[in-house]
């Protein structure tokens, strides 16, 4: 899930612009292929110099793996300014697509939950809602907590986490395609986005379950943050002679019965809170690289949107 952070800058789209490509030699050259409930056809138009391409797929072609070739399309959909035709930007098209693909409910839900709202918006939002989490938890923090009372703090907003926000790695998809293809958001953006999401529908991914883990426990006055383990995302707490490891989605499926293996092992409620390496190593994962602190980048986000002010 973390491919998107080896892919090059991009400059800032502007919603509605399709950029120009070389056209063809004007020629005229019609293919069709029909097959029940798919029709495709490439026309070239000796006047405009322009390309169409049509596609219609039955309900059960409409897959959201389709939406991953939409970086493709933008040299494929080019329309015929006619009136047989309308023209619609690439956002559009995805939005579309998605519309019409087992994705629609994650668009609903984001819209709804995090719409347009700003950098420093979802940041604030944030904070409101993690404060929110602590208070019906009945944990108040005033800075005199000694390390057993922190690791009990943070053994109860874990369990929380678990019992509450069901995982959905469909979502992860839908997040990567959405911030790619319609939203164009920076990474530092599409991460609070995940974690204001994961706040309101109490449904989330492993990066915004452990983003607002490592949070909660940097409240709680713990030394977090977040790791990369290439497909996958945990926490890590840093307490100066040891590092212990935190994983709230393999805690879920040992608790719901999923992981056969780690039950097989003997492994119970609480195997995936405060470990050590081995709780990575043992199912073949490798620290990749730290995220910064999550407080960091919420005060990043907050300068970025004054910035560009």
């Not at 790619?180 to 990066?207: D, F, P, Q, R």
Request: glycine fraction near 6%; charged fraction near 30%.
């Amino acid at each position: 899930m973390f491919n998107i952070f080896k892919r090059r800058k991009k400059d800032k789209p502007s919603v509605g612009k399709i950029q120009k490509d070389e056209y063809a030699e004007p020629t005229k050259q019609v293919k069709t292929e029909q097959n029940d409930a798919k029709l495709s056809f490439d026309i070239k138009i000796p006047a405009g110099n322009f390309t169409v391409t049509a596609k219609t797929t039955s309900d059960k072609d409409k897959s959201f793996d389709n939406l991953t070739n939409l970086s493709q399309a933008s040299d494929e959909t080019k329309v015929l300014k006619s009136s047989n035709f309308e023209e619609k930007t690439l956002e559009e098209k995805a939005i579309d697509m998605i519309k019409h693909s087992a994705l629609n409910k994650y668009y609903v839900l984001l819209e709804n939950s995090v719409g347009n709202k700003t950098s420093k918006e979802l940041a604030d939002g944030i904070d409101k809602k993690i404060m929110q989490l602590l208070d019906n938890c009945g944990i108040l923090v005033d800075g005199q907590e000694d390390t057993a009372t922190k690791i009990a703090y943070a053994q109860k907003m874990f369990d929380y986490i678990v019992n509450n926000i069901k995982y959905d790695d469909v979502l992860t998809k839908f997040m990567r395609i959405a911030n790619e293809k319609i939203y164009h958001e920076n990474i530092n953006k599409e991460i609070l986005k995940e974690m204001y999401y994961e706040l309101c529908n109490y449904s989330g991914t492993c990066l915004s379950d452990s983003c607002i883990l490592a949070y909660i426990f940097e409240k709680i006055g713990l030394n977090a943050s977040v790791i990369g383990l290439g497909n996958h995302a945990m926490v890590e707490v840093d307490f100066g002679d040891k590092k212990l490891y935190c994983d709230s989605v393999y805690e879920r499926d040992i608790v719901d019965g999923l992981d056969k293996n780690a039950i097989a092992q003997g492994k119970g409620k609480g195997s995936g809170l405060m470990k050590d390496s081995s709780l990575m190593t043992e199912r073949g994962y490798h620290k990749e690289f730290n995220f910064p602190k999550i407080s960091t980048l919420l005060l990043a986000n907050r300068i970025d949107e004054e910035f560009e002010r």
